[in-house]
């Protein structure tokens, strides 16, 4: 079976048995700064999440004027 073919099976499978209309995204993706990205994306190496999350807040805590 050719990629294309694999790639719009996926696809027509995902869109058969997810609930897409509803999906959401997490507050991982709600950041108002590229400095922020660029914390999150580093530090979520080999890191959990939460961890992430601390570091970016003590971040801006140390940022706040």
Same mark, same amino acid.
């Given at each position: 079976? +050719? @990629? =294309?073919? =694999?790639?719009? $099976?996926? $696809?027509?499978?995902?869109?058969?048995? @997810?609930? @897409?209309? !509803?999906? %959401? *995204?997490?507050? =991982? #993706?709600?950041?108002?700064? @590229? +400095? *922020?990205?660029?914390?999150?994306?580093?530090? !979520?190496?080999?890191?959990? #999440?939460? $961890?992430?999350?601390?570091?970016?807040?003590?971040?801006? $805590? !140390? %940022?706040? %004027?």
């Amino acid at each position: 079976m +050719p @990629l =294309e073919s =694999e790639a719009i $099976a996926v $696809a027509r499978y995902a869109a058969s048995k @997810l609930d @897409l209309k !509803s999906a %959401t *995204l997490g507050d =991982e #993706y709600r950041y108002m700064s @590229l +400095p *922020l990205c660029v914390i999150d994306a580093v530090f !979520s190496i080999n890191n959990k #999440y939460k $961890a992430v999350q601390n570091v970016v807040a003590r971040y801006c $805590a !140390s %940022t706040r %004027t």
